[in-house]
């Protein structure tokens, strides 16, 4: 197979290099993480020497990922020197969160862009996307499956963390064989999943329970589009991290019976406004395109300048 080939260059190109960035992207989530910090685990394990960013500090419900400490959101590691950069999870450098500090980075460098997004722009010098994967963490599973890379639990345990948030704990339709072939094997190398069920799933304050409380009872039917949605407001939860509203989408997309199409939207400082699409059948990357978004067919977002403005039939974006 090509993928096959392509992950015995990026083994060789890793081989090669000494000097590794690693780019997990903004506004952190499990898959992002996940892959990353995995990586990070092994190429520490393997004595490369390895910076580790994101542009956003990872939320404290993924503590449980190991060295999540060595993560750095110091655009200063784009001045250094190095063999190799790998970007993961990210269709391109901007959304990324980082297209402004590669220009730092000096010459030399062979990049590697590891994602599973359908609108992914193939980027870098090395481009190994699978689309028909459930997550990053899985394309790097994959990875190791081929290069016969012994996963220990600390590889494990960050790979089961992106599988279980970009599956919504294997309930969505991006679950697949292989990521139910990659839970089974992840557990039997050490992987702590009562960890992450922990963090991810029971760990909830009486804050993100309240700010719940709020998205729930705001849900609307718009019959016209046969879309069902729910938001939130700045001054809602103006200092709330990401990670309180974590899955809102994906949750909805389960519970919601009678309709195909659910949307989640959060304004954010800056009059903006981000927007979480999931659905059962329809093609959704498309109307995430439309708004410069991206995505898979059945779970996109987009972010675009706006307020929200509250109507009968749900929110307005205006």
């Given amino acids: 197979m090509i993928v096959n080939q392509l992950f015995r260059e990026l083994f060789e190109a890793i081989r090669q290099s000494q000097r590794i960035l690693l780019v997990a992207h ?13 990586m990070l685990n092994w190429l520490l394990r393997e004595g490369k020497q390895v910076n580790v960013f994101c542009l956003d500090v990872p939320p404290p419900v993924f503590r449980h990922i190991d060295n999540l400490h060595l993560y750095t959101n110091d655009p200063i590691v784009f001045e250094q020197t190095y063999d190799l ?17 590669f220009p730092k980075l000096p010459t030399g460098y062979f990049l590697v862009n590891l994602d599973h997004h359908i609108t992914n722009t193939n980027f870098a010098n090395l481009n190994i996307v699978i689309t028909e994967a459930s997550s990053t963490a899985e394309v790097v599973y994959r990875f190791y499956e081929e290069n016969q890379i012994d996963i220990d639990h600390k590889m494990a345990t ?5 599988l279980f948030t970009d599956t919504n704990s294997f309930t969505n339709a991006a679950t697949n064989p292989k990521s139910v072939e ?43 589009y046969d879309v069902v949605s729910t938001y939130l407001l700045l001054k809602d939860a103006e200092h709330v991290s990401s990670d309180i509203i974590e899955g809102v989408s994906n949750f909805m997309n389960e519970v919601t019976t009678g309709t195909d199409t659910v949307m ?45 403005e509250e109507t009968t039939n749900g929110p307005r974006v205006i």
Avoid: M
Avoid at 85 to 101: A, E, K, M, Q
Avoid at 158 to 162: D, E, H, I, V
Avoid at 264 to 282: A, Q, W, Y
């Fill in 85 to 101: 950069v790998i970007v993961f999870d990210s269709g391109d450098l901007r959304y990324c969160g980082v297209d402004t500090f």
């Fill in 182 to 224: 990659a839970f089974g094997k992840l557990i039997g190398a050490g992987g702590r999943q009562q960890d992450i069920k922990k963090n991810l799933l029971h760990d909830k304050s009486i804050e993100s329970l309240r700010i719940w409380g709020t998205l729930l009872s705001r849900v609307r039917h718009n019959k016209t």
């Fill in 158 to 162: 960050s790979l089961l963390t992106g």
């Fill in 26 to 38: 903004k506004k952190p989530d499990g898959d992002t993480l996940g892959s990353s910090s995995s």
């Fill in 264 to 308: 989640f939207l959060r304004e954010l400082p800056g009059n903006k406004i981000k927007g979480s699409l999931r659905s059962v059948k329809r093609d959704i990357s498309k109307v995430a395109a439309l708004f410069g978004g991206g995505g898979h067919k059945k779970a996109a977002g987009f972010t675009v300048e706006g307020h929200i």
